[in-house]
């Protein structure tokens, strides 16, 4: 068997920035261990696989280690081989996903994805993810991930992960967000991961499901620029409508090649 695979940048319009994400077409669906185990092989945080039905498309996300129940950048990845390399002729995709239905409008040289929205509740951290921390948080949040809030943005560039005591607790599928009000944007973060094979994902578009309800409302207004602080870095416009997140980035093919099994 043969499979196209493609290496796609996303969040960023540079390769070796952003957040890569292996994207594989697929006529139908393989078996789960075999999604999983090509996934491992990518190596990648994300490996996104997806099937084509005339215009409808079918999308799941799997990490070297699961498959996630929603994925930004490996969406806006995928967006980004369906209009750029395969060459689709409309303007909007639209996925079905383990999260409902999913819709990437391609703008111009950009790509705008329509996310759930997923406001946190105030929580008690877990003493592992606590003690891990070498700067404790000044508020916490919960939704799918954990949300925890500083001072500013440097707290959140000098976060450490005591990866040990991190890796006690698995909180599978979600992670922990860090952020921060930006120097020179609305809002930074970080995003970790315990038991994952990659601690610190470079740019987290599903995070910016939690993170865009609460700075919209903390900061009074409804369109915000982001910024994710891991060694790669990203840039995100995101935006609040009633119960969905608009979030606009870019993309760039950095890999094209083929899987043989």
Known sequence: ?????????????????????????????LDDQILLEIAK??????????????????????????????????TLATAHCIFKELNYKKEKVIFETMSGKLEVTKIKNEYQMVLPSRPAISTQLPVNILNSLNIKPK????????????ENQKAVENIIIDRPVFDEININPGGVIVTAKGNHCDFVSRFFTPQATILEDPVTGSAHCTLTPYWSKKLG??????????????LLSCELKENQVYILGKAVTYLKGSIVL
């Not at 508020?139 to 500083?150: G, N, Q």
């Open 221 to 234: 207004k409804t369109k915000l620029k982001a910024q994710q602080l891991s060694p790669r870095g990203g």
């Open 41 to 74: 092989e990518n190596a990648v945080a994300e490996t996104a696989f997806f099937t084509t039905d005339d215009d409808h498309f079918n999308l799941r996300w799997f990490t070297p280690d699961i498959e996630m129940d929603l994925c930004g950048h490996a």
């Open 1 to 29: 068997m043969k499979f196209k695979l493609f290496q796609i940048d996303a969040f960023t319009d540079n390769v070796f920035k952003g957040n890569p994400a292996c994207v594989v077409p697929l006529k139908k669906w």
């Open 139 to 150: 508020e916490i949040y919960k939704s799918r991930d954990y949300l925890l809030i500083y």
